[in-house]
């Protein structure tokens, strides 16, 4: 009697996730863009940017899905959200909190493998959208990344109350200083489809497009994504 009570209690508070929809888990650092102590627009072996980035490779290629990552934040879209979920427990669980907790430890385990800092723990959200929102989520994914960027930057170089100014007039301001260059590529995010780095502007205009870094660079099947890029 007791467990299916608590049961029932648990159904009436815990959200399900789509098993059908594409299902979104999105991770922010805990703290992370007030630490004065290091700079997470900068990668080298063993940076919070380096570490984030073997993370979107390693996941996106596990699971064949996509990634946005930028600043401190990092999202997974799964168009085949079972293959996550059937993964992380035995009984087909799409308990929100079933999935956030398991995948977020997979995720904090990885991460903190390659940062040379002090372990980072993370935020973590997931919910379901539908297969034709995924570039809309995508697009607003990566103006908050142009948003975090220009402003973290801007305060890393005392611009007082950065987090007032118009995006526009940032990225003016950003640009006035010569190593903002180097920025300039992950400004708005940086995308991965089953560990591959694919250009954000393309995808965004309905192409996937691959970008070769890495003599290890794994084939995709670009039908996959048909009804997401309308092709």
């Not at 209690?9 to 789509?18: E, N, P």
Request: hydrophobic share 35%; charged share 30%.
């Amino acid at each position: 009697m007791w467990n299916n009570y608590f049961l029932q209690i648990r159904k009436k508070y815990s959200m399900r996730v789509s098993s059908k929809e594409p299902l979104i888990i999105n991770f922010d650092g805990k703290d992370v863009t007030k630490n004065k102590d290091f700079n997470i627009l900068e990668e080298y072996k063993g940076s919070f940017r380096y570490a984030i980035c073997l993370a979107a490779k390693y996941f996106s290629n596990k699971y064949k899905c996509l990634c946005i990552y930028g600043g401190d934040e990092i999202s997974f879209i799964f168009e085949n959200p079972m293959d996550l979920i059937n993964d992380i427990n035995s009984d087909n669980n799409t308990f929100s909190t079933e999935i956030i907790s398991v995948f977020s430890q997979y995720f904090f385990d990885y991460f903190n493998r390659f940062y040379d800092g002090k372990k980072i723990f993370f935020h973590g959200k997931c919910f379901s959208i539908h297969k034709d929102k995924i570039k809309s989520f995508i697009k607003y994914k990566s103006k908050l990344i142009e948003v975090l960027t220009t402003t973290y930057f801007l305060k890393k170089n005392n611009v007082h109350k950065a987090g007032n100014i118009k995006l526009n007039e940032k990225i003016d301001m950003c640009l006035e200083y010569p190593e903002y260059k180097k920025f300039i590529d992950i400004q708005k995010g940086v995308m991965y489809y089953s560990g591959n780095q694919i250009d954000l502007e393309s995808f965004l205009n309905d192409k996937i497009s691959v970008i070769n870094d890495k003599e290890d660079v794994i084939e995709f099947d670009e039908s996959m994504f048909s009804d997401i890029l309308g092709t």
